[in-house]
């Protein structure tokens, strides 16, 4: 196994269009400690999202709630653990040959699908397939374009060999994708009875309203899962989400503002579930429209916000503050570089070598996520100081990343929330989709993909800190504070970690199996 | 002599605080007696009406006096006691049944309501269908399952009087039962009402404005004017004598058919609630007034034995003049003006159309005036919309001076269009009420003859002292003038166009008949000084005869007869003409000196 | 040939009827109009369905795929004509991503929100009509005043403003109440009818201060009329005049303001629901919108557009009814 | 001489005021406008300034608290009436503008216009107002202020054009509508001269409520998260963003949501006393939305 999150789709900016709410990750805060797990009881969690584009395939989870749903019946072989490492789930270990083009992936044995079936090889080599046919339509078919699957084969029961077609360090991450579940060979039907090997096996299901699951007795981890059902209930109004906690009609919730959760700070009745997800909004510029082409401009731009502030006001401490770097808290963040400070006369001195100060930087920003519109607003009274002059453009929220400006202004408020890695190759290359900055290094994209191709978690994720370095002094990114997921449970619910790994997954990563009622 | 059943003394009807409606009233009423209170709009007619049932509307009290009806004292009952006295003892007849009756509630069941409600024990089935029949509606299951949208005008008058009749009163209010009602129909339930008179032990109270239906009926007339009764007396003595001077006004601007003659007028208009003058109210209007007059009211005093007056002269009041009018010119020379040929004019609706005029012809002849009489319906707004091109004809033509019109106003040559103007019957719409008497009458003055502002200005007070407008009046607007007053400036506007002819639709029809009189009066005037052709729209015969040289009579969009007022009034040829004069009221006076006098000491 | 002139004749000899076949074929015809709205309003999408189902890490490939199942690479006019003869036929066709039936997604919510409908109606219609009758019949007196002062303030309050206060006192701070009106699996609104309460209170005071208004219009109007001056005239005792005379002819007008209530209560019931969690057709209608889900869009307005048709027609059948000029005039 | 005829005329527009609960309404009502206008004068701080700590409750710097991101509360009311007012009348006047056009010409034409217009608005008015807006909002710019404002428009037109038609249709067969016609006047001479002033008034006689309805409409939107994005401060906004603090600083919501209601209150009964001196009451017709 490795670090770090190998080719995630993260929900930056395309979830930020679709979704509406700000994505998580993790690390620990305020789960009680508590003795031995309890069995039994039932579980209501209430979820922010869901709808008309639900849909009980597992093979797209558009919201919050498909992600919920899929992961109680079914699983990968690997998943992120709470620290953002891939962990084996399905699988009990990966081992590739020297240039990690060949994976040798072990699975579990004595694993069955909820219709009584053993897990085998072939179940896996068939889900891949599966997930690779085109006319599947299913989300992850473009994360599995370096895998061969044709050469890819079965060793035997417990053992299969994947080909790639090009050197991957990081598999395990791959696997860790988030719709690469595995299911019985030959399954073709997904919308009635889904059928996988998860913890809880499923009842019933209304689109938009919720979804029930039974404790799925044959669970291959033993004794879990605690709870004898799971119920999601969707509840979109931020509001009524809480006071549905509050009024103990759920148990759990996903999605709590800040000021909601500073509010509910003295609450005893329940836990804030705090992950430090590496969440943030910044603002970026692009590296080859004048004047930002000059790093002077960058570097006083970036010396003009103040971090802490925008921590404490913003996000009233759910946060913590950047340093122009993505996926802070991850292994591959490189946290030894010098943290940028608030330094408004220095920021002004550089603006005056290069000739532009006082500067003007038109910045559109928009309420399209929480706290963007707010940070916009704090640093337009903290370049103040610097002679910076924020030509705030309120932009509409609904179409914020569908309009024709994003991507094409040279400036821009934006939203990213994954690792190093995951964000690099969807920001830093010339054919990523979204090269906000212009970032067009060739020999940094050659040392990119060389430290890819390094299976070792602990040296590629040096050689990726490495190519943090360039990124620091000369990028074109802002990025001043990461803002934490919250989520809300009740005192009375154990067991749920706060999961610091990026995507969809809020209270401990969906993984109800470990939850449990304290008596 | 029988016990009078009613007995109203020193009746005061207020505002909840202030101004009199109406004060001292003082009648007195035995069984078979009609009691006719006339007096022009605002008068206090409908006020002292209610007040007799102890009703009167939101905010307006009885403040003194008393009001007996067979021995039983209304004034200060409760309502439980009203309720139970109302219906039973005395009853009311409204003026519009059409409005008046619940929409929703079966003719049998309006009827059966009062006795419900009164508590007749009897076959109440047999009983409403007796009751009905007293005012000739048929009492058959069928119709008295009908509501009342179904039955006709006329047939709801009658039922809104066997209502009143339900209960077997002892006193009938009718507060103008027949002013919405065309002459036919009204014939009809006069009629009904004298039958009721003859029967004997009911006594009636008829208010209305016309004084010649009351003539027809009533046994006693009391005249009233700014909330107080004028004069009281027989009906013949009222009518052939009038000691009030105002009675003597509404006497002389009465119009008659039977004695064609020119109408008088009484100056001035009258006053409001609370705007009446410290002396006498008719003071400011009265030709034989003295300082005195306006000194303090004048007490109501006996004259005779049977008459009261409210005046301090008198014995000064002249008896009415009848001035018949000239001979009327047979026939007119001169080319026509307009000439009408086969005109033929349709309403189309959904499906079906309507003929309004199927095939008439007629022709004015410069300053005449033509009149077209004709019941409610018969074709006679249609004719005079198409004749100023409103309205476009299904076939014939028009021509003037010759020449045939478009059918359309707009498609007419400027010249055309100004020949031509119209004054409409209904005073409360023909004023814009946003535009001031000044800038109506200015505008055609402009558009039509292209004169400046400052010419149209001044132009329009010679108008309005043509129409006996005082100048103050151009800056008012239309909601601060009287019926009469809008119909002045009507004509006014009219005749800002300088036309050559005036269509006028049944322009008096909505006015008190002393106003009716100024009106006609100046039209006669207009037609003298200004050589102005009339063709004049009304339904009134007596209206015809005073101011008409020739007369059409249209029935159903055909002309049934056709000739000098004189021909047609003295010796109508066709049927339907016969029955107009014969269901018209008349006073009746003759003709030749006046009407005998009794005393002039 | 013959059937039809016999079934013309039928309706002639039965005006009413004729009126109600009349009046259901210009009903038909409006939705007819109303559905060309919803299919146009809601096909200007902003890029395409295939995409924001597949998102954005679909390939081209695939979208094209997803196009042709969809049917969106067809012309306009083939689109509205195969949706709209499925509407007719009760196929709303299916939701962008499940391919579940729009129906069914319909199905699952629409008998909560009538239960809620239904329950508010309960609740609402006899207060408000007795105080919008009380306030009619006192006009000018105190009760009027208070009652009319009190609904005007009321009509300016947003439903989620209510509900949100409501939500705050009564169920947060007193705990009195279930602060939202989620349902779990093996519930339903009618076994747990304390999550109706306040979903039904706000709807309540938000529609009654309408109906009040319009009540109490229609009263005054009728109580100044002619015929009710008439009866009292008559002798007519008070308590016959008004329900006899008075509320008898304001019962037409009447019918209209609950067919104006019912139509308020499709809007309100959008709001409530979100407020309140309660997973009826409002909020369905509001997920959908947000998902840009447009075959449930489409489904659920054209579903809302016609009981809105159907209760205005309903109700003028009903006015034609209760007056009986129109009856007999029909 | 033009001067006194103004007066009166102007007299007559003032007639309403003799009750005097329009007198109040009317000075309650120019005093939140006041507010609303020249309150960004008197805002202690910027609307959208140094963040202090979200909900904070009322203090001596932040009289009525702070609100969920950390601006003072009052400085945002005061700033925040603007818009409620401006995008709420633009989209009545909208409405009465292009409702008004198109009930005077089916009204006055008596052609074929008519019926079309008027099924053409029936089509619309089979849309609850909330199902209009959320389509609506369903399109590309859906979303934005102008898409907002005309679909409010929208919803109001066929009850004004209604409205419009049948008082064009009633002042049309005047006598001294019919004068003018006789006369030969030109149509937009007639409309000009006789037939708008006449029905301004009871057309206008419901511009209270549909005002309300407007600026509630826009609230109802938002708080469904599917109107536009915050410009600045706003009343409506402000109720539905700062909902999720109401057990915290409650006065984030409740001083909004107070001035809207008094400002919509405040205007009916102006509109009420209006209409009243008009001698026309408001009907069923006209609370209809
Ligand atoms: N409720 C009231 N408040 C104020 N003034 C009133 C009220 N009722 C009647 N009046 C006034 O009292 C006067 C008499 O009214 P009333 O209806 O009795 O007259 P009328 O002689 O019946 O007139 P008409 O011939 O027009 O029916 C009128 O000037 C009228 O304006
Ligand atoms: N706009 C219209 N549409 C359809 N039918 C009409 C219309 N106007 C009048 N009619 C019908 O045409 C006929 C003639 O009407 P018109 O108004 O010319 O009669 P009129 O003699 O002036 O009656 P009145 O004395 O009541 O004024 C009547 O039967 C009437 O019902
Ligand atoms: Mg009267
Ligand atoms: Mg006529």
Redesign the interface.
């Given at each position: 196994g490795g670090g770090g999150g190998g080719q995630e789709t993260a929900p930056s900016p395309p979830a930020a269009s679709t979704g509406g709410a700000p994505s998580a990750s993790t690390s620990a805060s305020t789960t009680p400690a508590a003795g031995a797990p309890k069995r039994g009881g039932k579980l209501r969690v209430g979820l922010n999202d869901g709808g008309a584009t639900d849909t009980l395939s597992p093979w797209n989870i558009p919201s919050y709630n498909s992600d919920a749903r899929a992961e109680q019946v079914y699983e990968r072989l690997y998943k992120y653990d709470a620290n953002g490492a891939p962990a084996p789930r399905l699988a009990e270990s990966a081992d590739s040959n020297a240039d990690a083009t060949v994976w040798q992936v072990k699975i579990q044995s004595g694993v069955t699908f909820h219709d009584g079936k053993t897990l085998t090889a072939d179940d896996v080599l068939y889900s891949f397939r599966y997930v690779a046919d085109e006319k599947n339509k299913a989300e992850s078919l473009a994360r599995l374009e370096p895998i061969d699957l044709a050469a890819s084969k079965k060793v035997s029961d417990t053992e299969i060999e994947f080909h790639l077609k090009r050197p991957i360090g990081d598999f395990p991450g791959l696997l860790s994708e988030k719709a690469l579940w595995i299911v019985p060979d030959g399954a073709t039907e997904f919308t009635k009875q889904p059928n996988g090997t998860g913890p809880f096996t499923f009842v019933e299901w209304q689109p938009g309203v919720r979804a029930l699951y039974k404790r799925n007795p044959n669970y291959w981890q033993s004794g879990k899962p605690y709870v004898d059902e799971v119920e999601i209930l969707i509840i979109t109004d931020p509001a009524a989400r809480l006071n549905a906690l509050l009024g103990a009609q759920v148990d759990e919730i996903t999605f709590v503002d800040f000021v909601q959760a500073k509010a509910q700070e003295g609450n005893a009745a329940i836990q804030i579930v705090n992950a430090a997800q590496p969440q943030t909004n910044p603002f970026y510029v692009q590296l080859d429209a004048p004047p930002y082409t000059d790093n002077r401009i960058r570097e006083a731009l970036k010396l003009a916000v103040d971090r802490e502030a925008m921590v404490q006001k913003v996000e009233l401490g759910f946060g913590t503050v950047g340093n122009d770097l993505f996926g802070k808290g991850l292994p591959s963040y490189n946290d030894a570089l010098p943290q940028r400070q608030y330094d408004p006369e220095k920021a002004a001195s550089l603006l005056k070598a290069a000739g532009q100060h006082p500067f003007t930087l038109p910045l559109p920003s928009s309420a399209a996520l929480p706290g963007m519109l707010e940070s916009a607003t704090a640093y337009k009274e903290q370049a103040k100081a610097a002679g910076i002059t924020v030509q705030l453009q309120k932009l509409d929220a609904g179409s914020y990343f569908a309009n024709d400006k994003y991507l094409k202004s040279p400036t821009y408020q934006t939203n990213w929330g994954q690792s190093f890695e995951s964000q690099a190759q969807d920001g830093l290359f010339k054919d990523s989709p979204y090269n906000e900055t212009h970032w067009y290094s060739k020999t940094w994209a050659e040392g990119f993909r060389k430290a890819q191709a390094i299976p070792d978690a602990d040296k590629r994720n040096a050689a990726y800190k490495d190519l943090q370095v360039p990124l620091y002094k000369e990028g074109g990114y802002v990025v001043f504070a990461f803002f934490n997921t919250l989520d809300a449970a009740s005192s009375k619910v154990m067991g749920i970690v706060p999961y610091i790994a990026s995507g969809y997954e809020n209270l401990g990563g969906f993984d109800f199996k470990d939850h449990w009622f304290a008596p | 002599m029988t016990e009078s059943v009613l007995r109203v003394e020193g009746l005061r009807v207020g505002l909840e605080r202030g101004a009199a409606i109406v004060e001292d009233v003082t009648l007195e009423l035995r069984p078979g007696e009609v009691l006719g209170l006339v007096g022009e709009s605002g008068s206090g007619k409908t006020t002292v009406a209610?007040a007799l049932?102890g009703?009167t509307?939101p905010g307006v009290v009885i403040d003194a006096g008393s009001v007996q009806v067979a021995g039983q004292e209304i004034v200060g009952c409760d309502?439980r006691e009203?309720?139970?006295?109302?219906?039973?003892l005395i009853?009311?007849v409204?003026q519009?049944p059409a409005?008046?009756?619940?929409?929703?509630?079966r003719v049998g069941d309006q009827v059966r309501?009062?006795l419900d409600?009164?508590g007749v024990e009897a076959d109440r089935g047999r009983l409403v269908a007796e009751i009905l029949g007293r005012v000739q509606l048929p009492g058959d299951a069928a119709f008295r399952r009908r509501?009342p949208?179904?039955l006709s005008g006329g047939q709801q008058q009658r039922l809104a009087i066997a209502?009143?009749l339900a209960c077997g009163p002892r006193v009938v209010v009718l507060d103008e039962p027949t002013t919405g009602l065309d002459v036919v129909t009204q014939a009809r339930i006069l009629e009904e009402i004298g039958r009721l008179r003859q029967e004997g032990d009911v006594a009636l109270v008829y208010v209305s404005h016309d004084l010649a239906v009351v003539a027809s009926i009533a046994t006693r007339i009391a005249v009233m004017y700014a909330g107080r009764i004028v004069e009281e007396g027989p009906a013949e003595s009222v009518i052939r004598t009038p000691r009030h001077p105002y009675a003597l006004g509404l006497i002389s601007s009465v119009p008659d058919h039977v004695a064609p003659r020119r109408l008088v007028g009484i100056p001035g208009v009258a006053v409001g609630v609370g705007g009446r003058p410290s002396g006498c109210s008719f003071a400011p209007r009265c030709a034989q007034r003295v300082s005195e007059c306006e000194e303090a009211v004048p007490p109501l005093q006996r004259v005779d034995a049977h008459r009261s007056v409210r005046c301090i002269r008198w014995q000064e009041t002249p008896a009415p003049k009848v001035d018949l009018r000239g001979v009327i010119g047979d026939t007119l020379d001169a080319a026509p003006l307009l000439e009408v040929d086969a005109l033929r004019a349709e309403h189309r609706g959904r499906g079906a159309s309507v003929v309004a005029a199927a095939d008439v012809s007629f022709t004015v002849a410069p300053g005449e005036c033509v009149a077209l009489v004709g019941e409610s319906g018969s074709g006679k707004t249609t004719i005079a919309?198409c004749l100023?091109?409103?309205h476009a004809p299904a076939g014939g033509r028009i021509l003037l001076d010759g020449k045939p019109l478009a059918a359309r106003?707009?498609s007419?040559s400027?010249e055309e269009?100004r020949s031509v103007?119209?004054v409409?019957?209904?005073p409360y719409?023909?004023?814009?009420?946003?535009?001031?008497v000044?800038d109506?009458v200015a505008?055609?003055i402009r558009?039509?003859r292209d004169l400046g502002r400052r010419e149209a200005a001044a132009e329009v007070a010679t108008l309005l002292e043509r129409v006996r407008l005082p100048e103050r009046m151009a800056?008012r607007?239309p909601?601060e003038l009287s019926g009469g007053e809008r119909q002045r400036v009507?004509i006014a506007?009219?005749l800002a166009?300088r036309p050559r002819m005036l269509v006028c639709d049944e322009v008096t029809s909505a006015l008190d008949v002393s106003v009716q009189a100024a009106v006609l009066d100046l039209l006669a005037e207009l037609r003298r000084d200004l050589g102005l052709a009339v063709f004049f729209i009304t339904h009134d015969l007596g209206v015809v005869a005073s101011i008409a040289d020739r007369v059409l009579v249209l029935e159903e969009g055909d002309v049934r007869e056709e000739g000098t007022v004189t021909a047609v009034l003295s010796a109508p040829r066709s049927d339907y003409t016969r029955r107009l004069i014969a269901a018209a009221p008349s006073l009746a006076i003759e003709a030749t000196g006046g009407p005998s006098h009794t005393s002039r000491a | 040939m013959g059937t039809l002139a016999t079934t013309r004749a039928r309706w002639r000899r039965h005006p009413l009827a004729a009126y109600a076949v009349r009046r259901v074929a210009v009903g038909a015809v409006l939705l007819m109009f109303v559905s060309m709205l919803v299919f146009g309003a809601t096909q200007v999408l902003p890029g395409d369905a295939a995409s924001a189902i597949l998102g954005r890490s679909a390939t081209a490939e695939q979208k094209e795929i997803y196009r042709k199942e969809l049917g969106l690479d067809r012309p306009l006019p083939t689109q509205y004509w195969s949706w709209i003869s499925g509407v007719v036929q009760g196929d709303l066709g299916k939701t962008l991503a499940s391919r579940d039936p729009v129906t069914s997604f319909i199905s699952v919510r629409v008998g909560k929100t009538l239960v809620l409908a239904l329950a508010t109606l309960l609740v609402l219609l006899p207060v408000a009509l007795a105080l919008g009758v009380w306030a009619g019949i006192r006009r000018d007196r105190a009760a009027d005043h208070v009652i009319s002062g009190i609904s005007l303030g009321f009509i300016a309050l947003p439903e989620f403003v209510t509900g949100t206060l409501l939500i705050a006192s009564i169920a947060v701070s007193l705990k009195l109440l279930p602060p939202t009106s989620i349902i779990e699996s093996g519930q339903s609104p009618l076994t747990s009818p304390r999550i109706l309460v306040l979903p039904v209170l706000t709807l309540c005071i938000t529609a009654a201060a309408y109906i009040i208004r319009m009540i109490r219009a229609g009263v005054v109007e009728s109580m100044s009329?002619?015929?009710v001056?008439?009866?009292?005239?008559?002798?007519?005792?008070?308590w016959?005049v008004v329900v006899?005379?008075a509320l008898?002819?304001s019962l037409a007008p009447t019918v209209q303001v609950l067919a104006l209530t019912v139509q308020y209560l499709i809007g309100g019931i959008v709001i409530v629901e979100t407020v309140f969690a309660y997973p009826g057709l409002g909020q369905g209608l509001v997920q959908a919108v947000i998902a840009r889900d447009i075959p449930t869009v489409q489904g659920v307005a054209m579903l809302l557009a016609a009981i809105y048709v159907v209760i205005n027609i309903l109700a003028d059948f009903v006015v034609v009814l209760?007056?009986?000029?129109l009856r007999?005039?029909q | 001489?033009i001067a006194?005829?103004q007066a009166?005329?102007g007299a007559?527009r003032l007639q309403f005021l003799r009750a005097w609960s329009a007198r109040i309404g009317l000075a309650v009502f120019l005093f939140v406008v006041g507010v609303a206008f020249l309150g960004p004068y008197f805002a202690p701080h910027s609307p959208s300034a140094e963040p202090g700590i979200p909900f904070s409750t009322p203090s001596k710097a932040y009289p009525l608290g702070i609100d969920y991101v950390g601006e003072d509360v009052l400085s945002r009311v005061l700033f925040g009436g603007r818009t409620v007012i401006i995008f709420g009348a633009l989209a009545t006047l909208l409405a009465y503008a292009v409702g008004g056009a198109i009930g005077l010409l089916a009204g006055y034409s008596r052609t074929l216009i008519d019926p079309v217009l008027m099924r053409a608005m029936d089509v619309l008015l089979a849309f609850p107002p909330i199902l209009f807006l959320l389509v609506v909002a369903t399109t590309p710019r859906g979303q934005g202020h102008v898409a907002l404002v005309s679909a409010i428009a929208v919803i109001h037109m066929p009850s004004i054009a209604r409205i419009v038609r049948t008082a064009a249709l009633e002042t049309s067969v005047?006598?001294?509508v019919?004068?003018a016609?006789?006369?030969?006047?030109r149509t937009h001479?007639i409309l000009r001269?006789?037939i708008l002033?006449?029905i301004w008034g009871p057309v206008m006689a419901d511009a209270g409520p549909r005002f309300t309805v407007s600026i509630l409409l826009v609230a109802a939107i938002n708080f469904l998260g599917l109107g536009p994005s915050p410009p600045t401060a706003d009343w409506a906004l402000m109720i539905s963003e700062n909902r999720i603090g109401i057990t915290i600083n409650p006065w984030a919501v409740v001083a909004p949501a107070l001035l809207i209601a008094v400002l919509t209150v405040s205007l009916n009964v102006v509109a009420d006393a209006i209409a009243h001196s008009l001698g026309k009451s408001l009907d069923v017709e006209t609370l209809r939305r």
């Open positions: - | 209610r049932l009703y509307p309502e009203l309720r139970r006295l109302r219906g039973r009853s009311y409204p519009d409005t008046a009756l619940n929409p929703s509630i309501e009062m409600v009164h509501f949208h179904q209502v009143a919309r100023v091109g409103l106003a707009r007419r400027r269009r103007q119209i409409f019957q209904n719409d023909s004023l814009n009420p946003v535009r001031s000044e109506a505008w055609p558009s039509l800056r607007f909601g009507a506007r009219a166009a | 009329s002619d015929y001056q008439m009866a009292r005239l008559n002798g007519v005792p008070e016959r006899r005379h008898r002819n209760l007056i009986p000029k007999t005039s | 001489m006194v005829a009166r005329g007559r005047r006598g001294y019919e004068a016609v006789a006369r030969g006047d001479v001269r006789e002033p006449n």
